[in-house]
């Protein structure tokens, strides 16, 4: 290490004694290189956690929602930065770089297999937690919102302003803007308009030079890149400018639940045929999980329908009566309310405040694992039937599916668009979750959701079998987290979440970060 000038020397040696370092650790030049560059003391107490700072714990697990990761063998960054403004992000970047850190970029937490804040090799955290603003423009239908703010933070700040804006992004309020829109996106508004990375028009990104873009100066394949490209791949996005969309004051919410007794498998098979047909105003979507039979101390499957419709209820009715009577759809099945609340319904909280919103911690955190498929042929009631009755084994007590239609506005836009490629031709996407509270029933209920996901081979999209990046499956292939990843290796997951879109990825990360600095085990490698 150099020499430090006398007049710094008193001033490192508050900041690191702040954090309970000493520069004798291993991150001792990156602790010195990062607290110069930032060379405010107060602000440096509030910007770096060591693994010696009593906040090191609860600031790490504020925004861990898989507790798989978050075990005593889980590994630790040497660091947390929780940058306050622009020039934390840009000095983080460069002494990450230049002292041999990875750097995972975290938005939420909400990373499925955690490798927005975990590592196999020495890494730091560059958290953006504080980088949550919301700034609704209602005449223009715009807004602004930072990468470190939730959904339920941008849904809020929409809400407040007006009844009859929303915008299509997911129904998990605590998710990370950053990350959500790294991965494109989908929601309950999503037949009508899409996914929220179509809405992006423009951002605000540092890049591995810590360079400060907008749209303009990153240029057109960045900006495509970015908007669904993956995080952690292409520089860290501070800030997203979306696109409003227009929604009704009133709309409806409904749910209809059918169990094995009840002819689940039967409806479900109509379902696919019609569900990617109906109007756009309507989406819908079956949740299937394990439930306690009328027979006591007996186990059924339910396959809970549930919709929202951006209209009225009386309109609502005909339609499904008319559509797709075997739902049995009655008024007593529905709920009129806003836009807002509907988000709230489908998240499973309560309607009667959206305050609710705001709170990122309402939600339980437990250990999960997570797979997808894109289906574009319906099953047939043989394999409905098998698929559901995987969910009566033992290991499936705490698992769930969650099928959305598509269709509609997805059918519209070209699978080139942006990086996130199922569009035309998908019926529904399957996303499987399968969640444990005792570690020690790990293994086995990871088993039971990749045998579920082997049963569903014959009926998913195929060449390649299509996944969705914002629910990240490294099952399906890694990158080397040291040294050199070929496209070849990469291609083995790279062409199940991007397709061909894989190939131009690829090429613009070799173009805007040759020496592959922003990494992670599926991350867009350079060439």
Request: with cysteine.
């Amino acid at each position: 290490m150099k020499f430090l000038q006398l007049s710094v020397l008193p001033f490192l040696i508050v900041i690191l004694s702040l954090n309970g370092a000493t520069l004798a650790h291993p991150y001792g030049d990156f602790l010195h290189c990062l607290s110069l560059r930032i060379s405010n003391s107060s602000t440096i107490s509030k910007v770096i956690y060591t693994q010696n700072n009593p906040s090191y714990s609860s600031v790490l697990n504020a925004s861990i929602h898989n507790a798989r990761f978050s075990t005593p063998t889980s590994p630790k960054p040497y660091a947390i930065i929780t940058p306050r403004k622009t020039s934390h992000v840009q000095s983080t970047i460069y002494c990450s770089k230049n002292h041999g850190f990875q750097l995972r970029i975290r938005s939420g937490g909400h990373d499925v297999e955690g490798v927005s804040y975990v590592s196999q090799v020495p890494f730091v955290i560059l958290d953006l937690v504080n980088f949550r603003e919301v700034k609704v423009d209602t005449e223009n239908e715009v807004a602004w919102v930072q990468s470190g703010a939730t959904t339920g933070e941008l849904y809020y700040g929409i809400a407040s302003k007006t009844q009859t804006l929303g915008f299509p992004a997911g129904i998990c309020h605590t998710i990370g803007i950053g990350g959500h829109l790294s991965g494109g996106g989908f929601g309950i508004l999503g037949r009508k308009y899409g996914l929220a990375v179509d809405h992006v028009i423009d951002a605000k990104l540092v890049d591995a030079n810590g360079r400060v873009l907008r749209r303009k100066s990153m240029g057109e394949d960045l900006f495509w890149a970015i908007r669904g490209g993956g995080g952690n791949t292409f520089g860290v996005v501070l800030a997203w400018k979306v696109k409003l969309v227009p929604v009704p004051p009133v709309v409806t919410v409904f749910t209809v639940n059918k169990n094995l007794e009840q002819n689940a498998t039967k409806i479900f098979h109509r379902w696919q045929y019609i569900a990617h047909k109906l109007p756009k105003d309507l989406f819908t979507t079956v949740w299937v999980m394990k439930v306690n039979s009328s027979q006591v101390g007996k186990k059924t499957v339910q396959a809970g329908f549930r919709g929202m419709f951006l209209g009225g209820v009386d309109e609502l009715l005909p339609l499904i009566q008319h559509e797709f009577p075997e739902l049995g759809l009655a008024k007593e099945n529905c709920t009129q309310m806003s836009w807002v609340q509907s988000i709230l319904y489908f998240g499973g909280l309560p309607i009667q405040t959206v305050d609710i919103l705001l709170n990122r911690h309402a939600l339980p955190v437990s250990s999960l694992k997570a797979k997808t498929d894109f289906v574009r042929e319906p099953m047939s009631e043989t394999g409905i039937e098998g698929f559901m009755n995987m969910f009566l084994e033992e290991e499936a007590d705490f698992a769930i599916t969650m099928i959305e239609a598509f269709g509609g506005r997805m059918d519209e836009i070209r699978e080139n668009e942006l990086p996130y490629p199922h569009r035309a031709g998908i019926l529904f996407e399957s996303s499987y979750f399968v969640q444990w509270t005792n570690e020690a029933d790990a293994g086995l209920c990871i088993n039971w959701i990749r045998r579920l996901y082997s049963y569903m081979a014959s009926y998913a999209s195929k060449s390649p079998r299509e996944a969705y990046y914002n629910y990240k499956d490294l099952d399906l292939g890694t990158n080397n987290i040291i040294g050199y990843t070929s496209y070849e290796q990469a291609s083995v997951w790279g062409l199940k979440y991007f397709k061909n879109n894989f190939k131009r990825l690829v090429q613009i990360k070799t173009k805007v970060d040759p020496m592959n600095f922003f990494r992670n085990e599926q991350s867009i490698p350079p060439l």
